[in-house]
């Protein structure tokens, strides 16, 4: 696993500045995924999408976020619009809430039945309300995704705001938050045991790179969001076995492949192929208070079957003795070993 960590920090509007306006605060929801895109299959896809939801935004001319590895703009999925669906809202946020009539810059309300407003999502147009730039600190590759100004200007006064994106994670970025291991025996057993470890940082300054945190404490020109709740979801098929965790789960249950197919789409294996469980972790602060950072860690095990595609012998026998070799292509998924043996037998 490489081990880093996601940040977000804010610069001021410059009149909000003057008037030592109320600090901009943040509430994260990240969702972390793993699963086989096909029903009989063990090829995986893993995701990660990232919310935040935002109060006392009118202080906030752009935002920053860093992530620990490579990313361009292409990359940056918008889930704003997908939250315009009504069942594919109710699953994300567990609440009966309304969506409004969307405007032409992809904002719309988001209401608890017939009440006003209780906060506004913002839909996210590539190259227009967010960049991306690469940071090379030390060897430390990463990516600050940048949202501009053109962004925060549709956020509502006195009303909270709400971002959201998908990042599909390929093996380069799946090990900044995820480590596999299989035991070393596993070609002697009927099933190949498998091992994750799952690992989530947020704002945890010893696990960023220098040139990051010096831009979040540049108080002069920078702010860090105050930190006010958190809530972390791993999503893992039901053949994944819990282990443990850094703590215990808020809760856990099975997904409905009805409520979550719309809201899976444009993903490799589109609506749900397994039974899945999310596993729900939170953290609030209390009143006011700032969390700072997070940090969340989760154990599961799974045991992989071998699907055998085919496999050939070849030898000769004369005499009761075998002579010759023995040569064999044993196909596992997307594993392939070609062993050749050689020798006698009585």
Known sequence: MQSGSLAI????SAPAKRRQSTKAAVELHVNLWRRRIKTRSNKEESFIDLGFRFRDASSVSNFRIYVPFHL????????GQILHHRETLMAVFNEAYVPGDIDDTGTFPIMNQNDPAIMYCHCLRPGIDFTSSISD???????IINFTASLCG???PEVEQYIRFRVILNAQRDRAFSKLTRQFDWIFLSAIPRDEVVEFRFNEHRSLPQEIIDQMAAQEEYEQFDLRAVYCFL???SDSHFVMSHADFHKVRLLEDNLWSKYLSGTAGGGLQHNSFIYHWRRIGLGDTDLGDYHALAKFRRNDHRVVDHIV???HYSDHRYHGELGGILHLGDLALHQTFAGCAT
């Open 137 to 143: 600190q030390g060897g430390h590759i990463g990516t």
């Open 72 to 79: 361009e703009q292409k990359d940056i999925h918008d889930l």
């Open 154 to 156: 549709r956020f509502k």
């Open 235 to 237: 999503i893992r098929e």
């Open 313 to 315: 012998l070849c030898g």
């Open 9 to 12: 920090w804010y610069r001021w």
